[in-house]
T-cell receptor
């Protein structure tokens, strides 16, 4: 199946730091979504993006739909301890036999710096 | 409140047994999905259904079966043909906007 390249795979945060992660693909996407998963729970939708160039915020989170439609970015400002978890990007495309279903990145794991 | 419910939260299976994971939603969503999550693997699609009485194989359907007799329900059976079933299983539903709503997951362990 199609792949989304999500990076970084993991990162350590110190409270108050800004965090950035991104997803890229070789295919064009119509929709980008960002989810957060806490341990032992299902992912929860953070931000949905539907137009190229769109920039959307949800509190301290800001996400952008790349202008080429092949990438998306998520920024977290002034991180706090409850930001730890796994963040997934997901994209929807009508190409490559995906039947319009979401394709998920492998996740970025945020942990607290020891 | 509308939502999607998975049960049980934890499930133990003996070698050679079939087990069924439940997924129920009251969001009136047409589409439902099953994903498998292994550490470092992200979410892999097992089966999906876009309408009642119809479902399609995902990327890793071997050893699994589903049914969609009602709009609200999409149970997943892990059969004895699935050689490595220990994983975290997630069910999701959506409308055409593809904003998936996930359940809280079922952790299946082979004993």
């Amino acid at each position: 199946g199609q792949q989304l390249n999500q990076s970084p795979q993991s990162m350590f945060i110190q409270e108050g730091e800004d965090v950035s992660m991104n997803c890229t693909s070789s295919s064009i996407f119509n929709t980008w979504l960002w989810y957060k998963q806490d341990p032992g729970e299902g992912p929860v939708l953070l931000i949905a993006l539907y137009k190229a160039g769109e920039l959307t915020s949800n509190g301290r989170l800001t996400a952008q739909f790349g202008i080429t439609r092949k990438d998306s970015f998520l920024n977290i400002s002034a991180s706090i301890p409850s930001d730890v978890g796994i963040y997934f990007c997901a994209g929807q495309t009508n190409y490559g036999g995906s039947q319009g279903n979401l394709i998920f990145g492998k996740g970025t794991k945020l942990s607290v710096k020891p | 409140d509308g939502g999607i419910t998975q049960s049980p939260k934890y499930l133990f299976r003996k070698e050679g047994q079939n087990v069924t994971l439940s997924c129920e939603q009251n969001l009136n969503h047409d589409a439902m999905y099953w994903y498998r999550q292994d550490p470092g693997q992200g979410l892999r699609l097992i089966y999906y259904s876009q309408i009642v009485n119809d479902f399609q194989k995902g990327d890793i359907a071997e050893g699994y079966s589903v049914s969609r007799e009602k709009k609200e329900s999409f149970p997943l059976t892990v059969t004895s043909a699935q050689k490595n079933p220990t994983a975290f299983y997630l069910c999701a539903s959506s409308t055409s906007d593809r904003r998936y709503t996930f359940g809280s997951g079922t952790r299946l362990t082979v004993v």
